[in-house]
């Protein structure tokens, strides 16, 4: 008989100050305060945040939460990873501390994805690894100047988890199979058309943002999406344009090539893709990927493949699996200590050493379920969002590839035609028209025997 999992509370040992909370007329706000840690996540910071969302979610004085890092630096740079690689080398005992706090942090990111209530991020400088968990599966998320994200794990022997199996692979092409395999950083703007963020606005605009989000009154019976709309619509007040130095860095040839070479299922035929294309950008990506632990390359492109059919809560129920199993793997320690403990930092020495050496019947175990304890989610059965396998609020994003192509493939609309309707079905948001400009030019011809349609172009 199965019992719902308890929220979790503080413990003795925990600090105080790692987590500040606040109130503001109707808005609710999360501050994580390690700036000296880079607002790294840790069990200590889970237990405060999962019970105070979980009280505010009940709350009617409670209509927007909003999230952020203290300090310029930082929103969240991931999961206190130094100290789970410590506790490892305490046995068994260490290994389950690890599991305790990604069972926490899971619960945490899976009630974020499933949170009826409003929930903003503010990705305002490093977001990475479980910074991208606390924010990527919300509503809205901010970038501004100053954001770096990236899911880095490959590069410390670990793998893209905090939901990293469900948002990666739901990326427009291979983008997400990319940005997993070689941790590749996205700064400022790039966040935006990636997907990874829904909206772009410069840092000295967010407190009067947060300031204005606070004003908002809601109607009892609005819905979550009829809310939502209002605070979309709110946050494009505060932009103030796009930066014209930074332009689209997966785009053109660079996105055609992600997308011909990461849309294979084993690591050789990527490789051997990648050779094939004989660019700079394709020989720095090999290098990149044979610099990564081959046996978390071949986890995470296995992941981005099996990912696509989870749902939300499958999908950290499975990663709880994967990341027990990658504890008992040395290149997690290894990689941790080599690039974060050890001084100076040192290329980690792999186990398997080469991708070469790794193979995928040893990547398959990783995903093998033998009767090891299933991961229980707090908002399984408490939650008005419930599970799913898309995105309920994927219209907030920039428009994707999907539905760009679904528009021209309606037929006769020329590219301009084709902007504009996106243009105006987006009530001008900042990015639209670059976005679908870029995947026009990439996607489609235009048949100037008939007016200049277009139509899309089925393979790159």
């Known amino acids: 008989m199965s019992t719902e999992p308890k929220i979790p509370r ?50 009617q004085l409670a209509n927007v939460i909003v999230i952020k890092g203290a300090g310029p630096k930082a ?50 400088g490093i977001t990475m690894g479980g910074g991208v968990g606390l924010s990527v599966h919300a509503p809205f998320r901010i970038a501004t ?30 983008v997400g199979t990319y940005l997993g395999l070689t941790s590749e950083r996205l700064k400022g703007v790039n ?25 908002l009154v809601f109607k009892d019976y609005a819905s979550l999406q009829e809310r939502l709309q209002i605070i979309d619509h709110t946050i494009e007040e505060f932009v103030t344009g796009l930066p014209e130095d930074e332009s689209l860095i997966l785009a053109g040839g660079t996105r055609e090539a992600i997308d011909r070479c990461f849309s294979h299922d084993t690591i050789e ?22 610099e990564r632990s081959p046996t978390s390359v071949r986890v995470a492109l296995r992941q981005m493949r099996l990912g696509r059919r989870w749902s939300i809560a499958e999908t950290f129920q499975r990663e709880y699996h994967i990341a027990g199993k990658m504890m008992d793997h040395p ?36 995903f093998r379920v033998e009767g090891e304890q299933k991961l229980e989610l707090i908002n399984i059965n408490n939650s008005e969002v419930g599970d799913y396998h898309e995105y309920p609020h994927r219209w907030i994003n920039l428009p994707s590839e999907r539905d760009i192509e679904s528009v021209v493939r309606e037929g006769h609309r020329t590219a301009g035609e084709i902007i504009e309707h996106f243009v105006h079905a987006r009530r001008g948001k900042a990015g639209v028209r670059e976005k679908v400009s870029e995947v026009l030019a990439r996607k489609t011809r235009a048949d100037e025997g008939h007016g200049g349609m277009v139509s899309w172009i089925s393979s790159t």
């Open 331 to 366: 290149d997690f320690v290894e990689g941790i200590s080599a690039r974060l403990i050890r001084k100076p930092p040192e290329a980690p020495k792999w186990q398997p050493a080469s991708l070469e050496s790794a193979n995928d019947v040893d990547t398959e175990s990783f």
């Open 145 to 174: 100047e100053r954001t770096v994200f990236a899911m880095p794990e490959t590069t410390i022997g670990f793998f893209p988890d905090v939901g990293g199996s469900f948002f990666l692979p739901r990326l427009d092409g291979e």
């Open 191 to 215: 966040a935006l058309y990636a997907g990874i963020a829904t909206h772009y606005i410069h840092s000295s605009s967010l407190s009067d943002l947060e300031a204005r989000l606070s004003e």
């Open 269 to 290: 035929a990527i490789l051997s893709a990648l050779a094939e294309e004989r660019t700079p950008w394709a020989e720095r990506t090999i290098q990149t990927l044979h």
């Open 10 to 59: 503080e413990l003795p040992g925990d600090d105080p100050d790692d987590v500040h909370f606040g109130t503001v007329y109707g808005v609710r706000t999360v501050e994580l305060n390690r700036p000296n840690k880079l607002n790294s996540l840790n069990a200590s910071m889970a237990r405060k945040i999962i019970p105070r969302l979980k009280e505010w979610e009940k709350s």
């Open 75 to 124: 929103f969240c740079a991931g999961g206190d990873v130094a100290k789970l690689a410590k506790d490892n080398l305490e046995g068994p005992a260490g290994v389950k501390k690890s599991m305790d706090f990604f069972g926490l942090e899971y619960n945490l990111d899976h009630i974020i994805a499933t949170y009826s209530k409003p929930y903003v991020a503010f990705l305002d």
